[in-house]
């Protein structure tokens, strides 16, 4: 039977659900116009006033607000409380440029670990799970996200952070961790690690895991049930909004379903702003209609996906978005081309292969060029060099019927791509250098 952590509210109507947003959107307008002047600014710009905003259908009159702006208005500007009235910051783990802030009231640190616990639940996780977090710990949010909601879902929770793999297994093993979370890339190294170790999931008590924080496709995540011997379940979210936990997957495990008490989401073309029909590709943009600190109206997450009202075997009425596939700059345009690192990756674990893999791109002599290192597991390696070059041929097919381009396919010795503890670097696009 399905369990919920908040039934009235995750199983509502549309209507009550919709009377929520409603009355909730209205005051955080007026909130933020008080006391956020870089919005008062933005919302004077676009001529609206709070008044004008008088439930969810008026919600496309307000400004978009985008990472630009939070890095003009970094580190304070953005802020809608007074600082003593704040507990926590976190930040992006952004490598270029000015990091994004975050700040948190107790309040919204008490909704945060709520939208976890939920996740934590719709997985399956009770009071009787040992929850073993293994995200990073410090500014980012998956360590703190995770720890909150699982001590909030009464789990017994072992805040390991990532890294020392064969310390993780030795502890999971010793003290009968029964939920994983990590990001999905990490996941995969501990099963890897788990099988070198000569062991099996039947040594361990490992029954869920709550993976996010990168895009995984559905191959990885059957990839990993299997080396784990769990149920792997998607968890998204993003520090701009809270953190993970913004949505989560149900045991239909098929797209997650968003908190809506707190998060209103639409979907827009990411060209023209244009606010798109339920079951259309575009650009993610949420509302924070809760948050006390740092409330964000109509935040372009630039995540591409697709929501959906269908009804759900879960029992849940919250929207449902579809697996992201990737950021809009994940996507790389090659030879005039689309292309998502998520697509190789659907085609190299359908192969056999592993999902190691590193994706070169430059431009020789005007043309775009795409190299994929691939790490064979031992079984896939051949000494004899014909054997091989047939794999790389054969493998560099799969891939053009997906893409449509021609790519360079390397096999490469096991164990020779490095492991990731935390959000996986896979895409290494030389043409920006040059550029
Ligand atoms: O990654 C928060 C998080 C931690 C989510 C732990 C889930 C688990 P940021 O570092 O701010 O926050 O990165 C947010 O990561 O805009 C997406 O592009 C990507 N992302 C997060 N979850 C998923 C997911 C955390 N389940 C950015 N699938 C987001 C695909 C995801 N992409």
């Known amino acids: 039977m399905e369990r919920y952590w908040n039934e009235e509210i995750e199983c509502a109507s549309r209507e009550e659900m919709k009377k929520l947003q409603d009355e909730r959107l209205v005051a955080q307008v007026k909130h933020v116009y008080d006391n956020v002047e870089y919005y008062r600014r933005l919302m004077d710009e676009k001529g609206v006033k709070p008044e004008d905003i008088k439930g ?31 507990v926590r910051i976190h930040s992006t783990s952004g ?48 360590g703190a996200g995770l720890n909150g909601g699982s001590h909030k879902a009464g ?3 072992l805040p390991m952070s990532s890294g020392n793999t064969e310390r993780q297994i030795q502890f999971m ?10 990001t999905p890339s990490y996941a995969a190294y501990l099963g890897e690690t788990l099988h070198e170790m000569g062991l ?44 993970p936990g913004v949505a989560f997957e149900c045991s239909e495990q098929s797209g997650m379903h968003i908190n809506e008490d707190n998060f209103i989401a639409e979907i827009i073309d990411p060209e023209t702003g244009e606010v798109l029909p339920d079951d259309t590709v575009g650009e993610l943009v949420f509302t924070s209609i809760t948050k006390e600190a740092f409330p964000l109206l109509r935040y372009r997450t630039r995540d591409l996906c697709v929501l959906t009202r269908k009804k759900c075997s879960c029992g849940r009425t919250f929207v449902k978005m579809a697996k992201p596939m990737g950021r809009s700059d994940d996507m790389m345009i090659i030879r005039g081309v689309n292309v998502f690192p998520s697509q190789i990756e659907t085609v190299l674990i359908e192969n056999g292969y592993s999902p190691n893999y590193i994706i070169e791109v430059d431009r020789l002599n005007n043309t775009d060029t795409l190299d ?38 390397h096999l490469v010795s096991p164990k020779s791509i490095a492991r990731s503890e935390g959000k996986a670097v896979r895409v ?6 040059h550029d």
Request: net charge negative; charged share 30%.
């Open 56 to 86: 969810t259908e008026d919600l496309c009159k307000l400004p978009f607000i985008s990472k630009a702006d939070l890095r003009e208005a970094y580190p304070f500007g953005l802020l809608a409380k007074p600082l003593k009235e704040c």
């Open 95 to 142: 490598t270029t440029g000015k990091r994004v802030v975050a700040f948190y009231t107790q309040h919204d640190i008490d909704i945060w670990e709520e939208c976890v616990a939920r996740a934590i639940t719709a997985a399956g996780g009770t009071d009787d799970d040992i929850c073993q977090v293994c995200y990073g710990f410090g500014l980012f949010t998956g």
């Open 155 to 157: 789990c017994l929770t």
């Open 173 to 182: 093993r010793d003290l009968g961790s029964t939920i994983l979370c990590c």
């Open 200 to 243: 099996s999931p039947d040594d361990t008590k490992l029954r869920i895991g709550i993976f996010g924080a990168e895009p995984w496709t559905e191959e990885m995540r059957r990839s990993i049930e299997k080396s784990l011997g769990i149920k792997a379940y998607d968890i998204y979210g993003l520090t701009e909004i809270s953190g």
């Open 372 to 409: 994929i290192s691939v790490e064979m597991r031992a079984d896939q390696f051949s000494d004899k060099v014909k054997d091989m070059q047939m794999q790389e041929r054969e493998l560099a097919n799969a891939i053009k019927t997906m893409l449509g381009i021609n790519p360079k396919v």
């Open 428 to 433: 290494i696009d030389k043409r920006k250098l």
